[in-house]
């Protein structure tokens, strides 16, 4: 079952990331931050044992665009399909907001790339937008802008986005 976390889940979704984070693959985030941005998560539940198996987050960044962050699965879940489902929920969830694009940071090219994800080069913002995005704390943005202070943590990954026009079959 696929559906909108609820802070009950914040802990089981800490745990799900462990893995990603011990390997680099996802940043570390204090379990504060989980709490702070759980309106943002989908999560997969085993309707069985009613766990928390996959999660993943859409986190705006401005008036068009959101990046798909913390998208982890399981361990003994992998290779069952679930991060395509949390990725497609998580497409709707951009397509009912009325956003066009999805970035985001990945080490998992093929994966993005069979969702319609290509590898973003530049700019995926005007300037104007982007001096308003200079302003943010958020690594996750600071990340998005390509900027150099945030290139120690993001080494190996690529940048990818998502048109939604031009995927109208993801999604809604």
């Known amino acids: 079952m696929i559906r909108s976390a609820l802070p009950r889940d914040v802990r089981q979704i800490a745990t799900i990331t462990e893995p990603y984070i011990a390997r ?5 985030k204090q379990l504060i931050a989980y709490f702070e941005d759980v309106q943002e998560f989908i ?22 665009i959101a990046e798909v962050r913390t998208l982890a699965v399981s361990s003994d ?12 929920a998580l497409i709707d969830r ?3 907001m009325e956003l066009a694009r999805i970035f985001c940071l990945t080490f998992e090219v093929d994966f993005f790339g069979r969702h319609g994800f290509k590898e973003l080069e530049g700019m995926a913002v005007g300037v104007d937008v982007y001096a308003q995005m ?4 958020d690594d996750g943005v600071r990340e998005f802008l390509d900027l150099a202070s945030v290139k120690p943590n993001t080494l190996g ?15 809604l």
């Open 24 to 28: 680099n693959i996802l940043v570390d």
């Open 43 to 64: 999560v997969a539940v085993d309707e069985e044992t009613g766990e928390v198996v996959a999660c993943g987050a859409l986190h705006v960044l401005w008036d068009d």
């Open 77 to 88: 879940y992998v290779g069952k399909g679930l991060g395509s489902l949390i990725l497609r």
């Open 94 to 96: 951009a397509r009912v």
């Open 134 to 137: 200079l302003e943010t704390h």
């Open 157 to 171: 990954n690529t940048r990818m986005i998502l048109e939604l026009a031009d995927h109208p079959e993801l999604g």
